[in-house]
């Protein structure tokens, strides 16, 4: 398997548990942290509750990691088959990933977000899912996980499940943090590419799909996505997306994927979207929402002028 890890990779921990399985495990649950010591505990916690799931390793990465994160995914592990390690790296999410696949004992693998929890049903429902496809994906739900900062979602719908996996161009991808794959995967196109600080789990699942590896929804594996803490950090964080996605779509045309058309590529859609958002804007999640949504289309016409190429 050829996927780039940079710096030295070192274990920190390994439970009795893990021990005592001696590497037999199904599937690899894996959570790259940094310093998340407000959240970490939580996301560990939740694989605590699963039911029905077969025999899963926790596999945490240490990540640039400055504070008690380590101590805090020991003492919610307890009783998992969980090993920690750590990367020496600048930080950044490609590497970690890459050492997510490189040291995961399974064959097969997902990835958590180390400020997500998930359901009951999470493992059991990505393992069933990749008996039948190399590549998955969870499905988002913000509102229980959010609902405290904003009661309103209380009442809203959960996200469409028909949505995932997201498309462009035709062409599956999702968040790096809803993604399960099979050995497979990584072993014919290799991992993500460590020069891309961000959005490099686009680039990778564009370059699965131009190798035959179509993404596919598990509807019954939840994630629950923490909202950013302000808008002020969500429309920073969706400026990164949208610049990262147009440098992923620039290198998904090496595998083939087609350019937009012109209209879309002017942004038609993504600013009537935005308008539309704007007009229905009615309480705080609705700011939040759409001053998340400026930032992503922001990014987009600063990734086209920076890559030169128009995609709005």
């Known amino acids: 398997m050829h996927v780039p890890v940079v710096g030295t990779v070192r274990e920190l921990y390994r439970s009795p548990e893990h021990e005592a399985a001696a590497g037999d495990f199904d599937i690899t649950v894996t959570v790259c942290f940094a310093s998340n010591r407000d959240t970490l505990g939580e996301t560990v916690t939740s694989l605590q509750h699963q039911r029905g799931a077969p025999r899963f390793e926790l596999l945490l990465v240490s990540n640039a ?10 003492e919610a592990s307890r009783g998992l088959p969980t090993r920690i390690v750590e990367c020496e790296s600048a930080g950044y999410d490609s590497n970690a990933r890459n050492v997510c696949m490189v040291e995961s004992a399974a064959a097969k693998t997902v990835f958590l977000d180390a400020d997500d929890t998930v359901n009951p049903g999470y493992v059991a429902a990505m393992s069933a899912a990749l008996d039948s496809s190399a590549m998955v994906t969870a499905i988002w739900d913000s509102r229980s996980i959010n609902a405290d900062r904003f009661p309103q979602l209380r ?13 462009h161009q035709g062409w599956t991808f999702a968040p790096a943090g809803t993604l399960g794959f099979r050995r497979e995967v990584p072993e014919t196109i290799g991992g993500f590419d460590p020069e891309l600080l961000f959005g490099a789990n686009n680039e990778w699942c564009f370059r699965a799909y131009a190798a035959g590896f179509e993404i596919a929804a598990a509807p019954d594996a939840i994630v629950h996505y923490r909202l950013r803490p302000s808008a002020r950090q969500a429309m920073r964080q969706r400026y990164r ?17 087609p350019r937009r058309t012109r209209l879309r590529a002017m942004g038609v859609g993504t600013y009537g979207r935005l308008l539309a958002r704007l007009v229905r804007v009615r309480d705080g999640y609705d700011v939040y929402e759409f001053l998340s949504a400026a930032g992503q289309a922001a990014g987009h016409v600063t990734g086209s002028l920076r890559y030169r190429r128009l995609d709005l």
């Open 155 to 167: 009442g809203k719908p959960a996200d469409d499940a028909s949505r995932w996996p997201f498309r």
């Open 65 to 74: 990691t400055h504070d008690d994160s380590v101590e805090i995914a020991r």
């Open 241 to 257: 997306w949208g610049v990262s996605e147009v440098a992923a779509a620039q290198r998904a045309e090496q595998y083939g994927m």
